[in-house]
Each structure stands twice: as structure tokens, then as C-alpha cells.
């Protein structure tokens, strides 16, 4: 499948995909199954990812920023090194035990970059 940035991709299944540094700034993601892919620097800048399933996705250094992520589940995934900047987080499922609500909203108003719990994360991945 090419993927193209801006594409709409709505409800389609690619999860367990290999989908590193691919350029999906503005694509139409919304309901897609995401679940297991390695989106590791991934440009999903501007991305409508609302009710998109990335349970335990691979997000690590993942361009989020003015990202609609609206009822997304992103529990179990690595958002080490993600930013969020002005993102849409409402009712969207996050690792809680690895991130804090506060980090999150920290790094939607601040454009910080989220650090995973270390104790929860293999060695290579402390920020």
C-alpha cells in the first residue's frame, strides 16, 4: 500500500505495520487500526487520528503536534520523545502508569517532549 501525506486512510487496518519516518502530516487516520505498528519518527503533524486504535503502537520521537487524537487509544504504546504540541486530547486512552496527565497536557500546551516512567522502559529508551 503507498501512503501519501494528506491522504484519507479512514478505518483502514495497518496494524503491525512498519510505518517509521513515513510523512502522514494531514492525513485522514481517523478509526484506524494502528495497534502493534512501529511509527517510530513518524510525521503525523495536523493528523485526524480521532477513535484510532494504536494500542501498543511504537511512537518513539512521533510528530504529533496539531494532531486530532479524540477517543484514541494509545494505552500500552511508547510515547517517549513525542510531541503534542496543541493536540486534541479529549477522551483519548493513554499509558498512565508510564506518563502522567500532567506530562501530557504539559506537552499539548508547551510542546515538550514526552519521557516515558524510565522504570517502566528498557534501558536504550531513558531520555
Known amino acids: 500500500m503507498m501512503l501519501r501525506q494528506g491522504e484519507s486512510l479512514e478505518g483502514v487496518d495497518l496494524r503491525g505495520s512498519d510505518l517509521s519516518g513515513v510523512d502522514l502530516s494531514g492525513s485522514k487516520l481517523s478509526g ?3 495497534g502493534d505498528a512501529n511509527l517510530f519518527r ?3 503533524t495536523g493528523a485526524d487520528l480521532s477513535n484510532a486504535s494504536l494500542w501498543h503502537a511504537n ?3 512521533a510528530i ?3 494532531a486530532n487524537l479524540e477517543g484514541a487509544d494509545l494505552d500500552f ?3 517517549e520523545g513525542v510531541t503534542l504540541r496543541s493536540a486534541r486530547i479529549r477522551k483519548a486512552t ?3 502508569k508510564k506518563v502522567t496527565m500532567n506530562e501530557i497536557e504539559d506537552a499539548v500546551v508547551r510542546g515538550k517532549r514526552l519521557c516515558m516512567n524510565p522504570a517502566n522502559l528498557a534501558d536504550e529508551d531513558l531520555c
Open 32 to 34: 484506524s487500526k494502528l
Open 42 to 44: 513518524a510525521n503525523l
Open 59 to 61: 511512537l518513539k520521537n
Open 64 to 66: 504529533l503536534d496539531f
Open 77 to 79: 504504546a511508547n510515547l
Open 94 to 96: 493513554f499509558p498512565l
